[in-house]
């Protein structure tokens, strides 16, 4: 009988010691990882572009041949990073993107591979988001006087921070960004890639 209790007494040890580190609620990420495209981009088009132009045919994001820079997408799970950060090829001295706003676009039903209706850029159904750039006044950060001085960022960090979404979803990301051109900032611009937040399995 006495071993019986003492296996009884161990067992509650055990359950109780395994659900000790649960009691928090938080969602455990099955995947930790940072995407870091390889961006290349053609300065002197740009340049050669008034502000307000879609400049994504400019930009290359290191993806394979045959697939345009409109298609690039980026897949996402819980847990994992996208940063976008400076052109390695195509930039000279003094010269850079700097990225300001980012806004989440999905299909129209009513018109197929059309992404044109703006959903919540924190909150995807289901899949929560964590957005970040550079502090201003940070030597990662620029002002833009035509933009009431706002705080432009050298990167653009975008992390999946919980997720419950049953089934792959698909958008476009429309990425506002300003030219740094030896001290001057020009813009705005758009960069339009997709992005698919793979479902929580």
């Given amino acids: 009988m006495k071993k019986i209790i003492y296996f009884l007494l161990l ?3 055990i359950i109780v010691s395994c659900d000790f580190g649960n009691d928090d609620g938080q969602q455990e990420p099955p995947v930790q990882s940072t995407i870091r495209p390889d961006i290349r981009v053609e300065f002197d088009e740009i340049l050669n572009r008034p502000p307000g132009s879609d400049i994504t045919d400019l930009v290359d994001f290191g993806q394979e041949n045959g697939i345009s820079s409109s298609d690039f997408t980026v897949e996402l799970q819980f847990g994992q990073e996208l940063v976008l950060d400076q052109p390695t090829v195509g930039v000279g001295l003094n ?3 700097l990225y300001s706003r980012l806004a989440f676009f999905e299909e129209n039903p009513g018109n197929p591979g059309v992404f044109d209706i703006p959903v919540d850029t924190l909150n995807l159904y289901g899949s929560l988001f964590d957005k970040s750039v550079a502090d201003p006044g940070s030597s990662n950060s620029v ?6 001085d706002r705080s432009l960022s050298s990167f653009l960090n975008l992390e999946v921070i919980g997720q419950d979404n049953t089934e792959d979803l698909e958008y476009k ?5 300003a030219i740094l051109d030896d001290g001057n900032v020009i813009g705005y611009y758009v960069i339009d890639p ?5 479902a929580n399995d």
């Fill in 173 to 177: 990301y429309e990425i506002e960004v």
């Fill in 194 to 198: 997709k992005l698919i937040i793979r």
């Fill in 11 to 13: 067992l509650s040890l």
């Fill in 95 to 97: 010269q850079g993107i």
């Fill in 143 to 148: 002002e833009f006087p035509d933009d009431d």
